[in-house]
């Protein structure tokens, strides 16, 4: 929890700079132009996730194990290990990129005009693989700090020279695939402040002496087959989304004409799609600060053999997790009018109906990362990739036939998405269940929540609803006011339901930085 509140700290502010990012973006590119980028990032996204999705979970957990031990240096001679190791594949994987540029935007996004930025993006999968190896390490030791630090300079100057090559090229007189390269090329930019400052963390914080461990550390080999071993299983159950959201453009595209409309219709419709899903992965930002957390603090656990420690921290997660995401999902399908209409007043009408679903869907997405968490953790790393697999499938079957009827068009996009990540959450509860003979009881982690979050959603309905009826309360000036008072009743609202009902303890907030002073601000007993 500890670990996880620092995180959350800088999804925070990752958030709020994000939005300065994407948002102005959108409105710059317009709807064709952004669904040249999203397009782009799905690309990326499959290499990124390909290559740091499994790898830095594999080494925080056997920098964990290790630590459990008192092994200092196996922990010291993994990390080198794994730096060589990631180098590698991030190498690879930045030559497909740049090398396949044209043949990735051409045949598999069947965009042409992303091209070059695809190649634009290629060296940031070098970067992000060699910075993945630093963060992996930090948080194998429970450090979250340097993590939470790295990403915020990150994300800084990705948005300040992502946003800043985009406008002078649009206002240079570039075409959108120039710009669309331009703003990616921030990625980039960011990743080399990003690997700076983690070296330079790691050489001050972390010299270890030179004393031997008890055991003898584990050869070259038998370290790179142990990340492989952990890793490969996670990263390829991951990628398996990152490859689905790359496909959406094709089929979307594809099943739109086939429901007869046009191409630049098409193409405007899933542009406001992709506007959505910036939205739609807001919830899943705040959850993986507590499945970084969860994996070293499970894993540590597991290696001292000492299970219920193991299965209450597994337990407890699952209850924060629908503490924190089940009110973001509901705010955002009650409020998804004023939400899209303020960020993106130009955009397609399809956005609001569009984030409704999404906002559902998104507190399934959030369950599932955790439940994936708790399973890699435990050692069940395969586990999630067969509820994955499944998932994906079924949501490529609702996507591709009920995109093409119409009165549905691009609303089927986000009911598949919907209907996939729900079959997904209920198969891995079946494997926890069963494989690790542990019983989450639902009823405790999901029932008093649900019931917080669809109140809040009502209050925050209703406020919004009321106060845009007020005479100065109209326009897009009046309807920001109203949705931002909404939302501010909402969380007021909620803040007072967790407390009343014991969604949230005191036990809960001694874990976490400045908690104990919390608890008396509220007056929790």
């Known amino acids: 929890m500890h670990g996880a509140a620092i995180l959350t700290v800088g999804v925070v502010i990752m958030k ?10 959108g409105n710059i590119l317009g709807d064709y132009g952004y669904g040249i980028f999203l397009s782009t990032y799905n690309v990326y996204n499959i290499f ?23 092994r200092i240096q196996q922990k010291e001679k993994t990390f080198r290990t794994a730096l060589l190791t990631f180098a590698v594949i991030g190498l690879v994987f930045a030559s497909v990129m740049f090398f396949g540029s044209r043949w990735l935007a051409v045949f598999y996004l069947q965009k042409p005009d992303a091209a070059l930025s695809v190649k634009a993006m290629s060296p940031a999968i070098l970067l992000v693989c060699l ?13 979250m700090i340097p993590t939470t630090v790295d990403e915020v300079l990150e994300v800084l100057f990705k948005v300040i020279s992502g946003l800043l090559i985009a406008g002078l090229l649009v206002r240079g007189g570039h075409g959108l695939p120039e710009a669309s390269a331009g703003a990616i090329l921030g990625v980039s930019i960011g990743s080399v402040i990003s690997l700076g400052y983690m070296v330079i963390y790691r050489s001050r914080h972390y010299r270890y002496s030179h004393v031997k461990d008890a055991v003898p550390v584990d050869s070259t080999g038998t370290i790179i087959g142990n990340i492989l071993k952990i890793g490969i299983p996670i990263s390829l159950g991951a990628s398996i989304m990152a490859i689905l959201s790359s496909l959406d453009p094709g089929i979307c595209h594809s099943r739109l004409a086939a429901g007869g409309f046009s191409e630049h219709e098409a193409g405007v419709l899933f542009g406001v799609y992709g506007k959505v899903q910036t939205l739609f ?3 899943a930002a705040f959850m993986t600060p507590l499945t970084i957390a969860i994996v070293p603090a499970v894993a540590g656990a597991i290696a001292r053999n000492n299970r219920k420690e193991a299965e209450k921290t597994s337990e407890d997660a699952m209850r924060i997790a629908s503490v924190i995401s089940m009110p973001m999902g509901v ?14 007043p130009r955009s397609d009408p399809a956005g609001p109906g569009l984030l409704s679903i999404m906002g559902i869907a998104s507190f399934f997405v959030c369950i599932v990362l955790m439940e994936n968490a708790i399973l890699q953790a435990s050692g069940k790393e395969r586990l999630p990739m067969v509820a994955l697999v499944t998932g994906s499938l079924l949501k490529i ?9 119409p009165a549905v068009n691009i609303y089927g996009a986000p009911i598949g998405t919907l209907l996939g990540y729900l ?10 269940r069963t494989a690790l003979h542990q019983r989450p009881n639902l009823v405790k982690a999901l029932g008093k929540p649900l019931l917080c979050s669809a109140l809040m959603g009502i209050v925050a309905y209703a406020v919004y609803r009321v106060s845009h009826l007020l005479p100065l309360m109209h326009g897009i000036l009046g309807m920001t006011l109203s949705m931002l008072l909404a939302i501010l009743a909402a969380v007021i609202f ?5 407390i009343r009902t014991g969604c949230i303890t005191t036990a809960d907030l001694d874990m976490i930085p400045g908690g104990n002073k919390l608890a008396k601000l509220l007056h929790m007993q």
Request: with cysteine.
């Open 423 to 432: 079959c997904m959450a209920l198969m891995d509860y079946f494997f926890i």
């Open 131 to 143: 910075v993945s190896a630093y963060r992996g390490f930090c948080q194998g030791n429970g450090n």
């Open 281 to 283: 992965n807001l919830p």
């Open 494 to 498: 909620y803040l007072f339901l967790v």
């Open 397 to 405: 079957i609702i996507n591709w036939i009920i995109i093409a009827i």
């Open 48 to 70: 990124f996730t390909l290559s740091t999705a499994g790898l830095p979970v594999a080494l925080s957990r056997m920098i964990a194990e290790a630590d459990a031990h008192g």
């Open 331 to 344: 705010g955002l399908a009650v409020l998804s009018f004023p939400i899209v209409n303020v960020l993106y």
């Open 16 to 25: 709020i700079l994000g939005a300065i990012y994407k948002v102005p973006l």
